[in-house]
């Protein structure tokens, strides 16, 4: 069955979602990275075939508006509540990838009820790499260039061309290809305020080592190339959870949902199986 794409009034925003499996009982909800949209999670999300699964493009991401408010992982994560009660689903699997992880993890204390088992993929939690040290310097200047500056400021080529260099480690070279055109695209679509405000959130949020004990079982998964989220700090914010297990995919970079998308899937399943 295919994925249906499907639109939703949230807050007065438009928002749109990739849905299939619609009268399966148990739900599954997926919160792919930033900048993307739901086509980074997609390939690994087809192999829920048990499961209603539900993608939506983040707010500021894809097809989706940006928020009338400040983006903050807050009004993010009210976001993913709105949309969760507006298709009538009371709990669900909630897995985020990279960004959306944070976004999952917020849900998570601020909705835990709602939340059957958590999933994190290599989560971003901290701006201790070459990559975060980068993007750190292009926003800050960024944030004090005019409105109109500021979306060619973030698209300039030496940082994404140096972004795709960490990044990228375990796809065929015409996969690569593929995704790097698709990253291009979504960030020449990227609204710079939403952009700036996640920025300084994520800047100022500490998830290692603040906020409450998570008590949801949850899985972490991280990869031994990734040089964006790092095995250390993966297993840093594993002391944030009563109970949690992690995995570590060998030869795999920060991108692995979109990069080995089954073998991702099968952790995951082979996870909530047991």
Not at 115 to 140: G, H, N
Not at 160 to 181: C, D, G, M, P, W
Request: aromatic residues 8%; positive net charge.
């Amino acid at each position: 069955m295919k994925f249906n794409r499907e639109q939703v009034i949230i807050g007065r925003v438009k928002a749109f979602y990739w849905e299939k499996n619609k009268t399966q009982k148990k739900v599954i909800i997926f919160l792919h990275g930033f900048p993307g949209n739901h086509k980074i999670v997609i390939d690994m999300a087809r192999n829920f075939k048990n499961f209603r699964v539900i993608i939506p493009d983040l707010p500021a991401c894809g097809l989706s508006d940006p928020l009338n408010e400040k983006h903050t992982l807050n009004n993010y994560a009210d976001w993913v509540n709105e949309l969760l009660k507006s298709l009538s689903v009371n709990k669900a699997v909630v897995v985020g990838y990279s960004f959306g992880s944070r976004v999952a993890l917020t849900f998570c204390e601020s909705y835990e009820k709602a939340v059957e088992r958590l999933v994190l993929i290599t989560p971003v939690v901290k701006a201790d790499s070459l990559i975060a040290r980068i993007a750190l310097l292009e926003y800050e200047i960024a944030e004090v260039l005019p409105d109109f500056l500021q979306k060619t400021w973030l698209n300039n080529r030496v940082y994404h061309t140096a972004s795709n260099i960490i990044i990228f480690k375990s796809a065929s070279k015409k996969r690569r290809e593929k995704l790097i055109l698709a990253d291009k695209k979504e960030t020449n679509h990227l609204y710079p305020r939403a952009n700036i405000e996640l920025f300084n959130e994520f800047l100022n949020s500490k998830p290692i080592s603040k906020g409450p004990r998570i008590t949801a079982k949850t899985l972490l998964i991280a990869c031994d190339k990734d040089e964006v989220a790092t095995v250390k700090t993966v297993e840093e914010l594993m002391d944030r959870f009563s109970n949690a297990a992690m995995e570590i995919i060998k030869n795999s970079g920060h991108i692995v949902p979109a990069e080995r998308p089954i073998k991702t899937a099968k952790i995951i399943l082979d996870w909530l199986n047991n």
